[in-house]
């Protein structure tokens, strides 16, 4: 099964009718899709790195007086403490609400990535790795849940910045690309171009407060 249809422009990563821009196809095939597999490489990158600093210290403190490694052993994380561990009530009503409305844009742009899927189908241009985006955005609410899997991923709060932004910037581009073809293009059709805009610039604009909303809320 081919992942781009009907696409005028082609299916390289530069257009054929427009050498100033980038394919559709290679937007929703490599590049929108790299922000995905960047974000759970490192994921997997900084749970690696813990369980070597944690089975490094492990060992070391065993060489010492119980005190000695207990302290140690206390230090490896602090995330993992237990007493650490109260997502909901770390700052009262406002983070509560914060957390909230942080999920809740989570589940739209869920919806969000839902729809542009569907009326791609629809329009029969097929949805390219677009779904993979799902997994992206079910592991950083995932991580923000459980304060990164209770402490196992490193600097989990950056890696989900990390992702907003990635994620804003390539359907940015997305946008661009389908500025520069045109609002007219694909009239007629079950899914114009400026339908498509206004979807990817919702997406844009959610992607954009996530980012905000996760430098601001802290564990």
């Known amino acids: ?6 696409r005028s422009e082609g299916f390289g990563p530069i257009s054929h009718r427009y050498n100033h821009i980038l394919t559709s196809c290679f937007l929703g095939v490599i590049l929108v899709p790299l922000c995905t597999w960047l974000y759970l490489l490192a994921i997997v990158l900084c749970f690696a790195l813990h369980r ?9 403190s065993s060489e010492r007086q119980d005190g000695d490694s207990y302290k140690a052993f206390a230090d490896v994380n602090i995330a993992t403490r237990p ?7 770390n700052g009262g009503k ?3 609400a914060s957390l909230i409305l942080y999920y809740l844009l989570i589940i739209a742009q869920f919806l969000m990535c839902i729809l542009e899927i569907v009326r791609l189908s629809l329009a029969s241009l ?11 955005l079910v592991v950083a609410g995932l991580l923000r849940a459980t304060l990164g899997l209770r402490g196992k991923v490193m600097v ?4 989900n910045l990390g992702l907003w932004i990635l994620l804003a910037a390539t359907n940015s581009v997305k946008i661009a690309q389908e500025v520069k073809e045109g609002i007219d293009a694909r009239k007629g059709s079950k899914y ?4 498509e805009l206004t979807d990817v610039s919702v997406m844009v604009g959610v992607y ?12």
């Open 208 to 219: 954009s407060v996530l980012a905000i909303m996760e430098t601001g809320l802290k564990p």
């Open 192 to 195: 114009p171009v400026v339908d």
């Open 126 to 136: 097929r949805i390219g790795l677009l779904p993979f985006t799902f997994v992206a």
């Open 1 to 6: 099964m081919s992942l781009c249809t009907h």
């Open 83 to 89: 007493s650490l561990w109260r997502p909901w009530g």
């Open 52 to 60: 070597y600093s944690r089975a490094k210290r492990t060992r070391k």
């Open 156 to 159: 989990w709060r950056w890696l």
């Open 94 to 96: 406002t983070y509560t």
